[in-house]
């Protein structure tokens, strides 16, 4: 690492660990330093190539500056700095610390040159992110925990086995372009890798069970940094794969058929992340320079939109103790801040015009338009509808309005209404001067967002999208469900696995292979056994014994002989020598 | 009492605002048909976009798809009880 260049997620990292020996006014200070330090870092940074480490004759390259990794930066650390904000007021050092090494770590993926450094901060980003999860501390929040762990652990596994065998096929680790070695095994695991943490169906299963679940704050930085990443990841890999696009327009609209049926605030909205990221992986696979800005500005604007949406949902969360949509309502008397600040979050998902999403989702659009693509084209337009529908008119309407549950949360403290605040300022502030967004996008940009066709038809889909919302508004009824999705498969299958294992594999075990096994093991080797113990015993012991016996009969004689008395001694003696004489006499 | 609460719980403004909904839906879809005639060069991509009022009735046509069609799925497949993992 050279002193010219300070990597923002080491900062965010490292500096973390200071929290926990500082206390009041100074802790919180420092923890809005440590973000808005490694924003101020990315914002100096100028594009090249630094923090080069040779391991095991490998560059390992910790900082590939460019216009991409850049702009995904700027908006990490920002919203490092507004989760920061919003986590201000807990008192949970381990929260501070797995948020801020999360937050760094999605840094280090965004800088990494190459794939061992990428697969380093890959894993610390699932580990900090499934403590967010478990701090929550409640049962369900822990199961939950442990099965993102799971989940991404797997994940992480099959991008080890892809760089590995990456590796050994190119013989280089450096991470770019992926579209040389297309089709391959090492590009299918890296891809599938890296689609799991995007939350693409079937492997998104994870995202709407563990957000829901995290600590209020802690879900707000979830929302960020693990699909962004690996949005960031792909644009980087796979931009231009026909597959993404396909996969892109699916989840859109899969994120928006599940939303219909959620009935917990935070799931919905989980939902509709899984849904954005559908533009942004579509984006992606179309590959266009526009689609691929489309992408990278669709990316940028969620964070901050999602980030203001989930802050409200945690906010009626933490002041009212409810979750469940069906058990809310009326909680606008008493949290009209809350509510306005969330409506701004939910018109800017929305795409309503002047809002950040309008400028962001429809360069992903047009460019399904532009490279003639209809299907995709109206899926994308299609799952903008939902998103209207549940985010900006069902969720706020069952939350806020609905029927009076007679609930009364009151404000947030007034930290998460900065927080709020701001997240609302970056979402207008977007949507008004898109330039300041489109001049950091990785291509050029010469797309005009704000077209009369465009804004016309826009109000036009939205305004309609209302009127059907409140002609079938009493289907729409939250319900005390939840939905099947394919975590059924490690939550209820594994249990049918059990069942499994224990009735016709345990029959299997014990009839078949356990008879196979007797006759074909256990009897010969018994047989073959007993053959031996009876040679053993007839054979060897008889010739031990017999050899013991003589030589207890030999010592028996000698012991006559050894009498102690020397007149025996000396005929004996004389004997001996008559003896030999004899021999030698008759012997010649 | 906030801003809110003054014109929600008041029939009589509650009606006037509901009012004011169709009426601003109404704008809308005469504006996305006339506007485009008076003001000719916006650029599309594909012909249904040039169908009159497109957007309104897409909108309108995907919202009500989405609710009738994931209600469905979801009453005949996915929708379970909430204790389902549990027990």
């Known amino acids: 690492m050279t002193l010219e260049w300070v990597h923002p997620g080491l900062l965010l990292i490292l500096g973390a660990w200071l929290l926990p020996f500082l206390k009041g006014r100074v802790k919180h200070v420092a923890m809005l330093i440590l973000p808005a330090a490694a924003l101020i870092d990315c914002l100096l940074m100028k594009p090249g190539t630094y923090g080069v480490t040779s391991v095991l004759g490998q560059d390992l390259v910790f900082g590939r500056v460019d216009r991409l990794s850049l702009v995904f930066s700027y908006v990490f650390s920002l919203m490092a700095f507004l989760g920061m904000i919003y986590a201000l007021h807990v008192d949970d050092d381990s929260q501070h610390v797995a948020a801020l090494t999360y937050a760094g770590s999605a840094l280090g993926v965004t800088f990494a040159g190459d794939f061992l450094s990428l697969y380093l901060f890959w894993e610390l980003m699932a580990i900090s992110a499934a403590l967010l999860v478990l701090l929550r501390h409640e049962p369900s929040a822990v199961a939950a925990g442990f099965r993102y762990l799971l989940v991404h652990v797997f994940g992480g596994l099959i991008l080890l086995g892809g760089i590995v065998l990456h590796w050994s096929q190119t013989g280089s680790l450096a991470f770019g372009d992926m579209g040389a070695s297309s089709g391959g095994m090492a590009w299918t695991m890296i891809l599938v890798a890296f689609l799991l943490n995007a939350a693409v169906p079937p492997l998104g299963a994870w995202l709407p069970d563990a957000y829901p679940e995290a600590t209020v704050t802690g879900a707000v930085f979830m929302t960020a940094f693990t699909t962004k990443s690996a949005v960031y990841v792909l644009i980087r890999g796979y931009a231009g794969t026909e597959l993404l696009v396909w996969l892109g327009a699916a989840m859109a609209v899969y994120g928006v058929v599940y939303a219909v049926l959620e009935n917990d605030a935070r ?119 939902g998103t209207f529908l549940h985010t900006g008119l069902k969720l706020p309407y069952y939350m806020f309005f609905g029927k009076d549950s007679g609930q009364r949360g009151q404000e947030p403290p007034r930290n998460m209404l900065v927080a709020m605040g701001l997240a609302a300022v970056a979402c207008v502030l977007i ?158 | 009492m906030n801003f809110l609460q003054r014109h929600l719980e008041d029939p009589g403004r509650f009606a006037r605002i509901r009012r004011w909904f169709y009426a601003g839906l109404a704008v809308v879809a005469v504006a996305e048909i006339v506007l485009p005639r008076i003001y000719p060069g916006g650029e599309s991509h594909f012909s249904f976009e040039d169908f009159p009022a497109w957007g309104s009735l897409y909108g309108l046509v995907s919202c009500v798809a989405i609710i009738v069609v994931s209600k469905l799925i979801g009453k005949l497949w996915l929708m379970r009880r909430e204790d389902y993992y549990d027990s």
């Not at chain 1, 004389?574 to 010649?588: D, E, Q, T, V, Y």
């Open chain 1, 431 to 588: 949507g008004v001067f898109p330039g300041l967004l489109y001049q950091r996008l990785p291509n050029p940009v010469d797309f005009v967002p704000y077209t009369l066709q465009h804004v016309t038809s826009t109000l036009g889909m939205l305004g309609f999208t209302a009127l059907g919302f409140f002609l079938l508004l009493k289907h729409l009824d939250p319900e005390p469900t939840i939905s099947l999705d394919t975590d059924w498969f490690y939550r209820r299958g594994s249990a049918g696995l059990v069942t499994l294992v224990r009735g016709p594999l345990a029959r299997l075990e014990f009839g078949f292979v356990g008879e196979i096994y007797e006759f074909v093991i256990r009897r010969p080797v018994l047989g073959v056994a007993n053959l031996l113990r009876n040679f053993d015993s007839l054979v060897v012991d008889t010739a031990i014994v017999g050899v013991g016996r003589s030589t207890q009969t030999l010592s028996q004689v000698l012991k006559t002989m050894v009498s102690g008395n020397a007149q025996h001694y000396g005929l004996i003696m004389a004997a001996g020598i008559l003896s030999l004489l004899a021999l030698a006499i008759f012997i010649r």
């Open chain 1, 267 to 385: 799931r919905l909205l989980a939902y509709h992340i899984i849904s954005q990221v559908g533009y942004m992986v579509c984006g992606v696979g179309i590959g266009t320079a526009l689609a691929t800005n489309g992408a990278t500005a669709h990316a940028f604007a969620h964070i901050l939109y999602k980030a203001l949406l989930f802050m409200g949902a945690g906010a009626v969360l933490q002041t009212t103790g409810l979750r469940k949509l069906s058990e809310m309502g009326g909680l606008y008397k008493t949290m009209p801040v809350t509510l306005g600040l969330y409506m701004i979050g939910a018109f800017a998902i929305s795409a309503v015009p002047l809002f950040s999403g309008f400028v962001s989702k429809s360069m992903v659009i047009s460019a399904a338009g532009e490279v003639h693509r209809p299907v995709i084209f109206l899926m994308l337009t299609l799952a903008s509808a």
